[in-house]
């Protein structure tokens, strides 16, 4: 916020979008992204903030916490299902003063890449634009990659090279670039590196020699046009649903 740096990511450990208001819950301790976003309004005088939940799971920490106010846009995508378990939230839209600020986008379990950036393009950017937010936070898990234990989606490297560059545009134009990257989800220790230089790389605008070996195996594993087309079909729906 004072504009000692352009952006940033962050490696917290324990991870925290699941924490709720007053119980820790999935491996979550504390709501880091909670107290970073009161921390900034209470020194900052910030008035929007919009967190993107790329996590496999659902922010349903974030999402209980901000569900009825308006200063905080929440947005989560998600594997449908996933955890918490059987939770989809696309109906999920806040309450009281924060109806309008809470947007789910529960994805079909294998949808991988294609769904992901068309999530973005469909619904993410046009709610930001909307919204106008001066700080943009994610809560940037990478399980939803195609090897993670704990998740179904068939994410790789350059998925998340792609949704930060999208998100790291729009930053410089509408909010001067704020723009903060919270580590979250991730559980294959071959896989998340990758992911994450992908990630870091992007945000810095510097590209290094390391090379993700799984990358052209994984987009051999995408699924097929007609998978896509249903996806991309629900999003639509999604995205009137919110006006979008």
């Given at each position: 916020?004072?504009?000692?740096?352009a952006n940033?990511?962050?490696?917290t450990?324990?991870?925290g979008?699941?924490c709720?208001?007053?119980?820790?819950?999935?491996?979550c301790?504390l709501?880091?992204?909670a107290?970073?976003?009161?921390?900034?309004?209470?020194?900052?005088?910030?008035?929007?903030?919009?967190?993107v939940?790329?996590?496999?799971h659902?922010?349903?920490?974030?999402?209980?916490?901000?569900?009825?106010r308006?200063?905080?846009?929440?947005?989560s995508?998600?594997?449908?299902?996933?955890?918490?378990?059987?939770?989809?939230?696309?109906?999920?839209?806040?309450?009281g003063a924060?109806?309008?600020?809470?947007?789910?986008?529960?994805?079909?379990p294998?949808?991988g890449h294609d769904?992901?950036?068309?999530?973005?393009?469909r619904?993410?950017l046009?709610?930001?634009?909307?919204y106008?937010?001066?700080l943009?936070?994610?809560?940037?898990g990478f399980?939803?990659n195609?090897v993670?234990?704990?998740?179904r989606m068939q994410?790789?490297?350059?998925?998340?090279?792609?949704m930060?560059?999208?998100?790291?545009?729009?930053?410089?134009?509408h909010?001067?670039?704020?723009l903060?990257?919270?580590?979250?989800g991730?559980?294959?220790e071959?896989y998340?590196?990758f992911?994450?230089?992908?990630?870091?790389?992007?945000l810095?605008?510097?590209?290094s020699?390391?090379?993700?070996?799984?990358?052209?195996?994984?987009?051999?594993?995408?699924?097929?046009?007609?998978?896509q087309?249903?996806?991309r079909?629900?999003?639509?729906?999604?995205g009137?649903?919110h006006?979008?």
């Amino acid at each position: 916020m004072r504009g000692d740096v352009a952006n940033a990511y962050v490696l917290t450990r324990p991870p925290g979008h699941h924490c709720l208001p007053d119980t820790a819950m999935g491996f979550c301790f504390l709501s880091n992204i909670a107290i970073a976003i009161e921390a900034a309004k209470t020194s900052h005088g910030i008035e929007r903030i919009a967190v993107v939940d790329w996590d496999v799971h659902h922010g349903n920490g974030t999402q209980t916490i901000y569900y009825q106010r308006s200063d905080v846009l929440t947005i989560s995508i998600h594997q449908d299902g996933c955890f918490p378990p059987g939770y989809n939230g696309s109906e999920d839209r806040g309450e009281g003063a924060g109806l309008g600020a809470n947007i789910n986008i529960p994805l079909l379990p294998g949808s991988g890449h294609d769904a992901y950036l068309y999530a973005m393009q469909r619904i993410v950017l046009p709610a930001l634009a909307r919204y106008q937010p001066q700080l943009i936070i994610v809560a940037c898990g990478f399980d939803a990659n195609a090897v993670d234990p704990l998740a179904r989606m068939q994410a790789h490297s350059d998925t998340f090279r792609q949704m930060t560059s999208l998100l790291r545009d729009f930053a410089e134009q509408h909010c001067a670039g704020k723009l903060v990257l919270v580590h979250e989800g991730g559980y294959s220790e071959a896989y998340v590196p990758f992911c994450g230089l992908a990630t870091i790389e992007a945000l810095s605008g510097l590209r290094s020699d390391v090379a993700d070996p799984l990358l052209d195996f994984i987009r051999q594993q995408q699924p097929c046009a007609a998978m896509q087309t249903l996806q991309r079909q629900l999003l639509a729906e999604m995205g009137a649903l919110h006006k979008l």
